[in-house]
């Protein structure tokens, strides 16, 4: 615990700030959209070190090291990486490890992505793993650290222990993180008013300096209209921390009134700075915030860890963010909901807006977005129970032969029927009138077809030349089924072109939300990577399949059963997924959705792909029904 009145931050589990005598490895980390920090590499983490020492209020450009973090730069006074082309800002930090851990010897443990690509673990987890091989540990369990995961050295891979997915790992030598000796280097806070010296005309420090500017003048005005010498207020200096444990902040005067409240904030910058923070009950609640420190007669001290911090321990990372200050009540949240540019609001716009309202004297809180639930919490094999109504619990691809004609012809034939009168109207195919010949006469031709035949669908009625027909049914799946160009009606059984994999479906035992009563049904599909087949955009060339198994889920109740075993029925004619080029990601010869919708998300519905969603059930049997399958393919 912190001493009453010294302003000095409390160790946390323990665990103290280290010794100024003692050697520290630096690395710099940065928060992802997942609320994981993630390591720079050790040749950016040299090149923001060298920065900091010449200039601890300076803007480090990432792409002088790295030409794949062009876009990127980071301001040493606010701590956030700041991205040019969209505005986003993501928190930085600096973090410390021992000498001798993996950083510190420049091992780097990496695990192989879907794109065959080799991408790093988080720093703790290396260490960690690092740490369990050099004992010569035969596993390393990560359950731990919050991860799923197995890690077997024999094997060298990782499992996961739900889906017992297997990845390959590996270890590498790498340039070691920097090392640093004694107390840390002093950081500054952003200065008020105008800053010395010629100022860069390069259009990325116009826009850093645009953006200090701003902050500025929200600093400026926050003094001037909140905290202006008003009565019973407080007087804070903010110091540098060291590792040898001085206070981040720490009160060097008290109020006038006759019950003080001295109020030390830790974890902001570090360059020495008076505020004046007014005393009102309406800007800070005690009962919002954690007390660090016992109460004292006619004192109240509290301790408030900010974000900011640019000195901040490995080992206080965790602890931090139980003892953040509450919002002041009264206080508007401004969500910046798309930090990965999935919301309706653009990062850039919604931070220059609370800079706007900031300096008009509003206060605003700008929230950070919550983590969608993609999976539920670990399931024992033993809990996983059927589905009513359905036998099995798995499905395999079977490229099934369906009922085909003995050629085009026939199959064409056996869908329309001719016409004696033909109106004069256009065909939909060729877009030669149909009184004309098609527009496929001497391209193709087959006995007993002659371009000027007409023949009308059975179900729907609309007219095309039969030799468009045939060559529809030519450019199709040769499946046996023909579908409609104008109104898509399907006749025949209509199939497509998934590749080989397998389906599983079973109960578990949680609710989806907007579904408390029901359990959830959950599906897995898995598609390994192959080679494409005739019926396929690039026959001979590989296909890959990222993302595979993909977990969706249905609530278990009479239509979620419903519309599963129209899944099945799909799956079975191969229509689930097909081979094309992702939306997502833009690769081509790679698995993908083929038009009908699936729910991804589990316990929440921030990416639109899960619950709750009370229209989901009702468009996905809209969308099945596209695809040929309805009422009538269900089967007791």
Not at 4 to 18: D, N
Not at 247 to 254: D, R
Not at 335 to 345: D, E
Not at 579 to 584: A, H, N
Request: hydrophobic fraction near 30%; charged fraction near 20%; proline fraction near 7%.
């Amino acid at each position: 615990m912190a001493r009453s009145g010294s302003g000095m931050l409390a160790s946390v589990g323990g665990m103290g700030y280290p010794p100024q005598n003692l050697a520290r490895v630096v690395v710099w980390e940065w928060l992802n959209e997942h609320g994981r920090w993630r390591p720079y590499s050790a040749a950016v983490c040299h090149h923001i070190e060298n920065v900091l020492k010449g200039d601890a209020r300076g803007t480090v450009v990432l792409g002088q090291v790295d030409a794949q973090l062009s876009p990127y730069v980071i301001d040493l006074q606010s701590m956030h990486q700041f991205r040019q082309d969209t505005g986003t800002m993501r928190p930085v930090q600096r973090n410390f490890y021992e000498p001798s851990s993996a950083p510190g010897k420049g091992v780097v443990w990496e695990w192989e992505n879907d794109s065959g690509l080799w991408t790093p673990y988080d720093m703790e987890i290396c260490v960690s793993i690092q740490n369990a091989y050099e004992k010569q540990h035969p596993w390393l369990d990560l359950t731990s650290l919050g991860f799923c995961y197995l890690i077997d050295f024999n094997s060298m891979s990782q499992t996961n222990k739900q889906s017992q997915r297997k990845r390959r790992l590996r270890r590498r030598m790498d340039l070691a993180y920097p090392l640093i000796m004694g107390s840390i280097p002093k950081s500054q806070s952003w200065p008020v008013g105008a800053s010395s010296g010629q100022p860069c005309s390069c259009q990325q420090c116009i826009l850093v300096n645009s953006t200090r500017a701003a902050s500025n003048a929200i600093l400026a005005s926050q003094r001037r209209k909140l905290y202006g010498g008003a009565a019973g207020t407080l007087k804070v200096v903010r110091q540098s921390s060291t590792f040898g444990g001085t206070s981040l902040w720490s009160p060097t005067a008290v109020a006038s009134s006759a019950n003080n409240n001295n109020i030390g904030v830790g974890g902001g910058q570090a360059k020495a700075e008076q505020v004046q923070l007014p005393l009102s009950s309406a800007n800070f609640s005690r009962s919002s915030v954690t007390p660090s420190l016992s109460s004292t007669h006619g004192h109240h001290v509290i301790t408030i860890n900010g974000q900011n911090n640019l000195n901040r321990p490995g080992t206080q990372r965790t602890s931090m963010g139980s003892t953040r200050g509450a919002v002041p009540p009264g206080v508007p949240a401004l969500p910046v909901k798309n930090l990965t540019s999935s919301g309706p609001v653009h990062p850039a716009l919604a931070g220059m807006t609370g800079i706007l309202m900031c300096a008009a004297g509003l206060p605003v809180c700008l929230t950070r977005a919550p983590k969608p639930i993609l999976h539920p919490p670990v399931i024992n094999k033993s809990d996983l129970k059927p589905v009513q109504g359905i036998n099995g619990m798995r499905r395999k691809t079977k490229k099934k032969h369906l009922r085909r004609g003995k050629n085009p012809e026939d199959v064409v034939r056996r869908f329309t029927e001719k016409i004696k009168v033909v109106p004069d109207e256009d065909c939909t195919i060729c877009m030669e009138r149909l009184v004309m010949s098609s527009g496929y006469e001497g391209v193709l031709q087959y006995k007993g077809i002659k371009p000027e035949l007409v023949g009308k669908l059975g179900k729907c009625g609309h007219m095309y030349h039969l030799l468009c027909l045939v060559a529809m049914y030519n450019n199709g799946n040769k499946d046996g089924s023909l579908q409609c160009p104008t109104c898509k009606t399907i006749y025949g059984e209509k199939t497509g072109t998934q590749p080989p994999g397998k389906m599983e479906y079973h109960v578990i035992p949680h609710c989806l939300p907007g579904y408390n009563d029901s359990k959830t049904i959950r599906i897995v599909y898995d598609i390994p990577a192959g080679i494409q087949t005739n019926e396929h955009p690039n026959p001979g060339k590989k296909f890959s399949a990222r993302g595979f198994p993909r977990h969706c889920y249905l609530p278990d109740n009479d239509k979620g059963r419903k519309v599963l075993k129209l899944l099945i029925t799909a799956w079975d004619r191969r229509l689930i997924f097909t081979i094309g080029t992702s939306s997502t990601t833009g690769e081509s010869d790679t698995v993908v959705w083929n038009e009908i919708h699936h729910k991804t998300e589990f316990g929440s519905n921030l990416t639109g792909h899960g619950y709750p969603d009370p229209n989901y059930l009702n468009n996905v049997l809209t969308e099945l029904s596209a695809q040929g399958i309805g009422e009538d393919n269900l089967k007791d």
